[in-house]
């Protein structure tokens, strides 16, 4: 495996050109996408500025062009009409000044009946290596360009060197900024910025208290609060802590449903829990924007990926997708996450599971139980043996998923099964598979699971087990592969 130096993964982007040979090689890969965002070249990490303005989504996504490595960050633009079809438009905010000297990072958008902005932490570096991080502005012109505004305020000295990821959000007619911070005595938390204005006039208002959860992880990446069916979530990502039934991982993606005082700058949670949002091996920096038409829904986006963490493509010098987008509610006190609506335009061809057991690389399966166990085994050998698991065990009532038996085994250490209980069964699957991932909404979007994974040769066939009927189908293309930077 390649090892790079500063200067490698630090290089300026100075022209299309230089990444043209690079990007040619990477749509070769057998694992490329069909309609999941993935990175043009290089390394794609947290989704950003996720918002719909005047008639069109946009979505952009962190971004090294270089390889599969986090180095200088780039946040690249990518735009849909139905949160299916995504066309790629290209680099938006350049690392190009002194305080971004050493990456755009992650953020937010705000639209506003005149101009699109865009929050993103600068990443600066001193010459001796010192983080400083400045919550800068963009206001993104209707034509494209992004337009750089001052800074709105720098790094705050009582805590490290770790705050970014800057969430705007408006409420009773003032604008939040919050940030995801580390205190001095390494614990994770949220400091929060006030203003009048979304451009200028921005302080410090204070950290934001979150009852008994004082002590989790040591940084706090990625945070949002989310109204949605009337409830508030705060959603963020603890870093360096473990958690039961998430094998050897320590970085996760979560929320806390409560309620948000902004007058005293308290998130009261309901509970003592900490929801993991996804129960896949493969998903963080959970990004949310609101649903235009209907305020009691959102619709959230992760990283198909984890911090610290390598995969199979890497090798090919690319990595990284983006989940599905997923409409969000609250029901029985949870999130829930269900696929769009507008995916079931995908669907193409419907393959007949009593001919067949030949499984699609880019497919969509679902799945009605009649009760009792459930078996399935996705790109096992012609022999039945290997591939991926999805195992529902009717008297313990909870749901496995297995990624051991597959040939290209990565992120081992972290655990290669995840369970989740059922406490009321289960009865509805709806299985997303493209080609190097696969994506599982369990009952109607109570839980979810989503992971990379990189089927080989021979490694073709389903096989299920149980009282169930069955619908697959073969999906079509939704991204396309251009070059365009
Ligand atoms: C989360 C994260 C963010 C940061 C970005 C840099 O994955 O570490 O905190 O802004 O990635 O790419």
């Known amino acids: 495996m390649k090892t790079w130096s500063k200067e490698e993964r630090y290089r300026v982007l100075k022209s299309a050109d230089e990444i043209k040979a690079l990007h040619e090689r990477t749509i070769l890969s057998d694992y490329r996408q069909h309609y999941h965002i993935q990175s043009v070249t290089g390394l794609l990490n947290d989704p950003n500025g996720f ?30 009409e139905n949160l299916v079809q995504w ?3 290209g680099v938006c905010i350049r690392p190009d000044t002194e305080f971004d000297n050493k990456g755009a990072y992650s953020g937010s958008a705000l639209p506003t009946s005149d101009a699109l902005y865009l929050y993103y932490t600068g990443n600066h ?15 993104l012109m209707d034509d494209g360009t992004p337009v750089k505004l001052p800074p709105l305020f720098g790094p705050n000295a009582d805590y490290t060197e770790h705050q970014r990821d800057p969430k705007i959000i408006e409420q009773n007619g003032k604008y939040y900024i919050i940030l995801g911070a580390q205190t001095k005595d390494k614990k994770g938390c949220v400091i929060i910025y006030t203003s009048d204005s979304p451009t200028e006039g921005w302080h ?27 409830y508030d979530v705060l959603i963020f990502c603890p870093q360096h802590l473990k958690l039961q039934g998430r094998g050897g991982s320590v970085h996760h993606s979560g929320y806390l449903l409560g309620h948000m005082d902004w007058e005293n700058l308290t998130f009261r949670p309901d509970n003592t829990s900490f929801h993991v949002l996804d129960f896949g091996f493969d998903s963080y920096a959970a990004e949310c924007a609101a649903n235009p038409h209907d305020r009691n829904k959102a619709t959230l986006v992760a990283w198909m990926g984890l911090p610290d963490a390598s995969y199979p493509t890497d090798e090919e010098d690319w990595s990284g997708c983006l989940t599905l987008p997923r409409e969000l509610r609250v029901r029985d006190r949870r999130l ?7 995916l079931r335009a995908l669907r193409g061809e419907k393959l007949d599971l009593e001919t067949t057991n030949l499984l699609p690389r880019v ?19 012609a022999d039945g043996n290997g591939g991926l698991t999805i195992c529902y065990d009717d008297d313990a009532k909870e749901i496995t998923v297995d990624r051991s038996g597959l040939k290209k085994r990565f992120n081992a250490e972290q655990g290669e099964q995840r369970t989740r209980p059922l406490p009321k069964g289960l009865f509805h699957l709806r299985v997303f598979i493209d080609r190097s991932s696969i994506e599982i909404f369990v009952n109607d979007g109570d839980a979810v699971f989503s992971s990379r994974i990189f089927p080989t040769n021979g490694e073709e066939r389903l096989f299920i087990s149980g009282d169930a009927s069955v619908h697959l189908w073969k999906l079509n293309r939704a991204v396309t592969d251009d070059f365009v930077v």
């Open 125 to 139: 570096r001193d010459e001796d290596w010192t983080r400083k991080s400045y919550t800068c502005l963009v206001n």
């Open 87 to 89: 066309t790629n438009e």
């Open 204 to 230: 410090f208002a204070g950290q934001l208290k979150v009852p008994g959860f004082e002590d989790f992880g040591d940084m706090w990446e990625c945070p949002s609060i989310e109204t949605i069916s009337g």
């Open 51 to 80: 918002v719909f303005h005047d008639g069109v989504w946009h979505l952009f996504y962190q971004w090294c062009p270089w390889g599969a490595v986090h180095g200088l960050k780039y946040w690249y633009h990518t735009t849909s």
């Open 336 to 342: 829930i996450q269900q696929p769009l609506d507008e």
């Open 363 to 381: 497919s969509e399966l679902e799945l009605i139980s009649r009760g009792g166990d459930l078996n399935l085994r996705l790109f096992a050998d």
